[in-house]
Each structure stands twice: as C-alpha cells, then as structure tokens.
C-alpha cells in the first residue's frame, strides 16, 4: 500500500471497500487497552491508528506493522529525540467504532460493555506485550493499568472473570490501581497458557521477568 499516493482515487476507492479482518481487530483491542491510541479525523467520520514503541521494542512495532500493512502508507518512524519507533494507519471509518468505544471527550476508558470486546486470546496477548511484565522475585504477573482508575479496573477484572475463567487482584500504590495476576490461585499459569502462541520471541521475557529498561514500581509486591 505504501507504493500508493494518498490522495490518488486509488486510496478513495480503496477505504470504500476495506474492512478490518478479525485479526486486525483482535489485534486492535488489545492495542487499544495498551499503548495504542486513536486520533479522530477532522470530518469526525473516521479515525487513524497511532503504534508508538521504544526502540527496544522494534520488532514488536513491525510485527503489528505487518498485522497493519494494508492500511500504513509509510514505513515506522524513528524518533531520535526519545528513542521511540512509531507507525500510523491511514484515516478510515472502521476504526471509528472502536473510537467511540473506547474513549469519552478523547480520554480513553474502558467501556462498560468490554467483555463484548475482549473476547480472545490474541487480544490478551497483545495487551500483555504492551503493558504487562512478570515479577523478578515469583512468577506473578503484572498489566500496568493505572490510567483507567478504579472503575476501569474492575470493569476489566469482571471481563477476565467471565471471558477468560481468570482470578485476578487489583492492587493499588501511589500511582493508583493495577492487574494483578496471582501464582498461588493458578490464574497466572493459566494466564500464559492462554496467551504464549502468540506472543512473539522478542517479548517472551516479560513472561519471566520486569524489563530492564523499567523501573520498580512500589507497592506492587
């Protein structure tokens, strides 16, 4: 698709016919609970797709570029200033349901119908590689959820429940509330039972262990 100008009729005609497959979608959602953000068009009829990493996740960004392909016009940019990578998809209206889903006056939230949404193992695994890390010291894991506070979080423990059979904590510090996916339950062996086929090798430490690149963030253990 990059070949392609973006105002040619080619581009016209090509958005009239495009519709996410359930892949895209899938991994859509899972983008969107993590690091993913969604930018509304001018005309308020359709929305674009932003994919920002840190460099040390590149390979991360082209693998969901390549999930992405056929609505990108331009290869991921280097942001030298702060080391991150990013990519962003052309405007288009199938994206803008997930849009008015998931955000209230361009804050993003987590809807109160989520478990209609988060329904598959894809999603919870690119949710994982956005925002999730394992503990050094036990085998627990984490999903950094502090943005959609507490109701947001218990919106998404009450999915997890329902969608995935997960007993997961909240667990609150400074900076507000997070998933927590306990060991001693079994939730987080079943956690990565259902998400390991898709995550890919270049995020499988956060199976095992915090980034080294992260901080530690009190509170949490």
Request: net charge positive; aromatic share 12%; hydrophobic share 35%.
């Amino acid at each position: 698709m990059s070949n392609h100008h973006t105002n040619s009729r080619w581009l016209r005609n090509y958005k009239t016919t495009f519709v996410l497959s359930d892949i895209q979608k899938d991994t859509l959602i899972g983008t969107l609970l993590g690091d993913g953000y969604l930018r509304l068009s001018i005309s308020r009829k359709s929305a674009r797709l932003q994919v920002y990493h840190s460099i040390h996740a590149k390979e991360y960004v082209l693998w969901k570029r390549n999930i992405f392909k056929n609505m990108i016009l331009a290869d991921p940019f280097y942001q030298s200033v702060n080391r991150a990578i990013r990519f962003t998809t052309v405007t288009h209206s199938s994206l803008l349901e997930f849009q008015q889903v998931f955000y209230k006056e361009k804050i993003k939230t987590i809807p109160k119908n989520i478990e209609e949404y988060l329904t598959s193992s894809l999603s919870l695994a690119v949710w994982f590689m956005d925002d999730g890390n394992g503990y050094l010291d036990n085998n627990a894991l984490r999903i950094s959820t502090y943005a959609f506070g507490l109701e947001g979080n218990l919106l998404l423990q009450s999915c997890l429940k329902k969608n995935f059979d997960l007993d997961i904590h909240l667990r609150r510090d400074s900076k507000g509330y997070q998933i927590y996916i306990p060991v001693k339950n079994g939730s987080a062996s079943k956690f990565k039972e259902i998400i390991q086929e898709h995550i890919i090798p270049t995020m499988k430490y956060k199976l095992e262990h915090r980034s080294p690149v992260e901080t530690y963030i009190g509170g949490t253990r």
